[in-house]
Every structure is written in structure tokens, then in C-alpha cells.
């Protein structure tokens, strides 16, 4: 009987060995794994970080650019108008020109008849 104390004391005790054992690689495992997990949240805080910095950058840049379109927008307004204004002023001015030329037509056609009368009346004279 003392013997198998003596066997189960035994067994025990290497029970306690292989569970400290155990225990320890278990602890030395979660201390690996802990530092892995603070390494790998270090290493997710700085990428939010770059995505925060990035996302801000982005909206920074698109803001600009929809500020650069509105301005260009109004840009173009400004030019379609002044080209509708310049179109404006040239049939205003074609027009001008138009009537001049006729008034010039009409103007040459009256010295025509007026030098066609006198060259009449010269050649009466003259008879």
C-alpha cells in the first residue's frame, strides 16, 4: 500500500512537473501572443492614421478641384457671354458696314446721273 502511495505520490509530482511545465509554455505562449497583438495594434493605429491623413489629404484636394470648377465654370459663363456681346457688336457693325455700302451705291449712283446730266448739258451747250 505504501508502495502505491509512494507510485501515486510519484505520478503526482510529475503531474505537478508537466502541469507547471505546461503552465510555463502556456504563459511564455500568451506573452508571445500578446506582444504579436500589441506589435499588430501598433501597426493598425498607424495605418488608420496614414488612411486618416490620406482621407483628409483626398478631401482637401477635391475641395480644391470643385473650387477650381466652380471658378472655371464662371469662367466660361463670362466668355459665352462676352462672345454673345462680340456677336452682337459684329452683326451690329456688319449691319453698319451694310448700310454704309449702300448708302455708298446709292451716293455713287447720284454722282453717276448727276456727271451723265452734266456731261449732257455740256454737249447741248456745245451744239
Known amino acids: 500500500m505504501q508502495e ?3 507510485a501515486l505520490q510519484g505520478d503526482m509530482e510529475k503531474l505537478r512537473l ?15 501572443l500578446s506582444s504579436s497583438l ?5 501597426q ?7 488612411l486618416r491623413e490620406t482621407r483628409a489629404s483626398m ?12 471658378a472655371l465654370k464662371q469662367q ?15 452683326r451690329d457693325k456688319s ?4 448700310a454704309r455700302d449702300q448708302q455708298i451705291a446709292e451716293l455713287s449712283a447720284q454722282l453717276a446721273s448727276m456727271r451723265n446730266s452734266l456731261s449732257n448739258a455740256e454737249q ?4
Open 59 to 70: 478631401d482637401e484636394r477635391l475641395a480644391a478641384a470643385a473650387r477650381e470648377e466652380e
Open 95 to 98: 449691319e453698319a458696314i451694310f
Open 38 to 42: 500589441a506589435h499588430a495594434e501598433a
Open 18 to 32: 508537466q502541469h507547471g511545465e505546461a503552465t510555463g509554455s502556456l504563459n511564455a505562449e500568451v506573452r508571445r
Open 76 to 90: 466660361i459663363e463670362e466668355l459665352k457671354r462676352l462672345t454673345e456681346e462680340l456677336t452682337e457688336k459684329g
Open 124 to 127: 447741248q451747250r456745245s451744239r
Open 4 to 6: 502505491r502511495e509512494e
Open 44 to 50: 493598425l493605429e498607424g495605418t488608420e492614421k496614414q
